[in-house]
């Protein structure tokens, strides 16, 4: 595993992608080439490169594969729905529907819901409904947060130099000027600037749009209630972004979890398992506002796309669910979850680390910090960059696949034994890096 093999179809393969994609990368995630693991299959916990290299993955496709690769009976689902025909644009199909049901039975806040076909696109969209149902156009939502690539969610995201609350900050050029002004940024798990913001744009603001867990962060006890208990106060729409933790921290998601209904949420990632699908979901009369019969309506609220509904994806998702729906599932996630925080925990102090394991249930990734994290800012002032850049980089090197310093997805494939072996390597890979420092 790891190392030995030749890396000639690798750099054949990144060597190709510099002409034909910016930064040869898909997306944002890049690595240095050395690292590079350009895939060939995966098969539950594992996946192998195009050089025969195999890794325990904790990428795990960025969250959806919470069964791990190519679960048997997602191939099957997926197989059995594509050779039906693989889209229609009719108005419904009937395996989109029973997804959605699934969703409405399964979520607290969902009486009605409508898909789309990415995360960014059902926070989008739950944004617009939330505009046209209040008739308002401001957006509060967390520095640090993250909620997809389109305008309004990236503000804030990974400000170099934070701003005064509750100053905007685009995270990319190419974004309208104007819509900093539209968006307004709180510290995560700080009630009362939360309330203060919005007491001071009450008559504005149409919603507040939070990760329940933010990126690793949890939410300390009442922060949740206490933004519950504001926008409602203010006649002010809450928006959980439940596109990682929705069916992941529990089968009800971060609302079951952490016992809060927002107005809408915006669910993705485990829903499609592993396929293009996403979902806004909340309650029936904001849904109504994109009912095509109120096309003609000052407040209908448009909500649509060529592949919505994906039987395909929704067959994958539906095969996910049932997965997921059997006793004993999310204690299981749980454990692991668990066991690679304490395990970690206990290495800092083997090896005079200030180490903690953060995430909630099987999100999980480490710090290097003394003290509690609790917002953006406090985990940018105890930034670990460095460290972790070396530890992942040690990680790839050695059959661990990771996005340094990023959130690892454990899924339902991973083993104990998966966990021993990727355990064996951190300990590997904490005594290497001290013994340098
Ligand atoms: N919200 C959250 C919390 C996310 O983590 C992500 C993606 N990582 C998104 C929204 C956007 O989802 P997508 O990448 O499918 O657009």
Not at 29 to 35: H, I, T, V, Y
Not at 192 to 201: L, N, Q, S, T, Y
């Given at each position: 595993m790891g190392t030995g093999q030749g890396r000639e179809r690798t750099e054949a393969v990144v060597a190709r992608a510099r002409a034909a994609f910016a930064g040869g990368v898909l997306g944002t995630f890049a690595l240095p080439d050395e690292l590079a693991v350009i895939p060939a299959r995966g098969q539950g916990s594992r996946l192998w490169d195009v050089d025969g290299r195999e890794y325990i993955d904790y990428v795990m496709g960025s969250g959806p594969l919470i069964l791990g690769h190519a679960h048997p009976a997602v191939v099957a689902a997926v197989a059995a729905e594509a050779a039906k025909g693989?889209?229609?644009y009719t108005p419904m199909n009937e395996t989109a529907l029973r997804l959605a049901e699934r969703i409405v039975a399964a979520c607290p806040c969902a009486e009605s819901v409508k898909f789309v076909n990415s995360g960014a696109e059902a926070t989008f969209a739950a944004l617009r409904l939330a505009r046209g149902f209040t008739g308002r156009d401001k957006i509060l939502k967390f520095e640090g947060g993250y909620h997809g690539h389109h305008d309004y969610a990236q503000m804030s995201f990974t400000p170099q130099?934070?701003?005064?609350?509750?100053?905007?900050?685009?995270?990319?050029?190419?974004?309208?000027?104007?819509?900093?002004?539209?968006?307004?940024?709180?510290?995560f798990n700080d009630a009362d600037a939360v309330e203060k913001i919005v007491r001071g744009h009450r008559d504005?603001?149409?919603?507040?749009?939070?990760?329940?867990?933010?990126?690793?962060i949890p939410p300390q006890p009442g922060f949740l209630q206490a933004l519950r208990a504001i926008t409602t106060r203010y006649g002010i729409l809450l928006i959980f972004d439940e596109v990682v933790t929705g069916f992941r921290l529990a089968w009800g998601g971060a609302q079951e979890r952490y016992g809060v209904v927002p107005d809408l949420a915006a669910y993705g990632k485990v829903i499609g398992g592993g396929y293009p699908l996403a979902a806004v979901a909340g309650r029936r009369e904001i849904l109504a506002l994109s009912d095509p019969a109120r096309r003609r309506d000052p407040g209908y609220v448009c909500v649509t796309g060529t592949l919505n509904g994906s039987p395909v994806a929704a067959a994958a998702g539906l095969a996910t669910l049932a997965e997921l729906e059997k006793p004993g599932v999310y204690a299981a996630l749980q454990a692991k979850g668990d066991r690679m925080r304490a395990a970690v925990e206990e290495m800092g102090r083997r090896y005079g680390l200030p180490i903690r394991g953060m995430g909630e249930g099987s999100i999980f990734v480490f710090h290097v910090v003394?003290?509690?994290?609790?917002?953006?800012?406090?985990?940018?002032?105890?930034?670990?960059?460095?460290?972790?850049q070396q530890f992942g980089a040690e990680l790839i090197r050695n059959g661990i696949f990771v996005y340094p310093g990023q959130k690892n997805y454990i899924s339902l494939a991973h083993t104990d034994a998966d966990l021993d072996q990727t355990l064996q390597v951190y300990d590997a890979t904490f005594r290497k890096l001290t013994a340098k420092a």
């Amino acid at each position: 595993m790891g190392t030995g093999q030749g890396r000639e179809r690798t750099e054949a393969v990144v060597a190709r992608a510099r002409a034909a994609f910016a930064g040869g990368v898909l997306g944002t995630f890049a690595l240095p080439d050395e690292l590079a693991v350009i895939p060939a299959r995966g098969q539950g916990s594992r996946l192998w490169d195009v050089d025969g290299r195999e890794y325990i993955d904790y990428v795990m496709g960025s969250g959806p594969l919470i069964l791990g690769h190519a679960h048997p009976a997602v191939v099957a689902a997926v197989a059995a729905e594509a050779a039906k025909g693989s889209h229609f644009y009719t108005p419904m199909n009937e395996t989109a529907l029973r997804l959605a049901e699934r969703i409405v039975a399964a979520c607290p806040c969902a009486e009605s819901v409508k898909f789309v076909n990415s995360g960014a696109e059902a926070t989008f969209a739950a944004l617009r409904l939330a505009r046209g149902f209040t008739g308002r156009d401001k957006i509060l939502k967390f520095e640090g947060g993250y909620h997809g690539h389109h305008d309004y969610a990236q503000m804030s995201f990974t400000p170099q130099v934070p701003a005064e609350f509750p100053e905007a900050q685009p995270d990319s050029a190419g974004i309208p000027k104007v819509l900093a002004g539209q968006v307004l940024v709180a510290p995560f798990n700080d009630a009362d600037a939360v309330e203060k913001i919005v007491r001071g744009h009450r008559d504005d603001l149409a919603a507040v749009i939070v990760e329940p867990l933010q990126r690793e962060i949890p939410p300390q006890p009442g922060f949740l209630q206490a933004l519950r208990a504001i926008t409602t106060r203010y006649g002010i729409l809450l928006i959980f972004d439940e596109v990682v933790t929705g069916f992941r921290l529990a089968w009800g998601g971060a609302q079951e979890r952490y016992g809060v209904v927002p107005d809408l949420a915006a669910y993705g990632k485990v829903i499609g398992g592993g396929y293009p699908l996403a979902a806004v979901a909340g309650r029936r009369e904001i849904l109504a506002l994109s009912d095509p019969a109120r096309r003609r309506d000052p407040g209908y609220v448009c909500v649509t796309g060529t592949l919505n509904g994906s039987p395909v994806a929704a067959a994958a998702g539906l095969a996910t669910l049932a997965e997921l729906e059997k006793p004993g599932v999310y204690a299981a996630l749980q454990a692991k979850g668990d066991r690679m925080r304490a395990a970690v925990e206990e290495m800092g102090r083997r090896y005079g680390l200030p180490i903690r394991g953060m995430g909630e249930g099987s999100i999980f990734v480490f710090h290097v910090v003394k003290d509690e994290i609790k917002d953006y800012r406090t985990l940018q002032a105890f930034a670990d960059r460095a460290f972790h850049q070396q530890f992942g980089a040690e990680l790839i090197r050695n059959g661990i696949f990771v996005y340094p310093g990023q959130k690892n997805y454990i899924s339902l494939a991973h083993t104990d034994a998966d966990l021993d072996q990727t355990l064996q390597v951190y300990d590997a890979t904490f005594r290497k890096l001290t013994a340098k420092a």
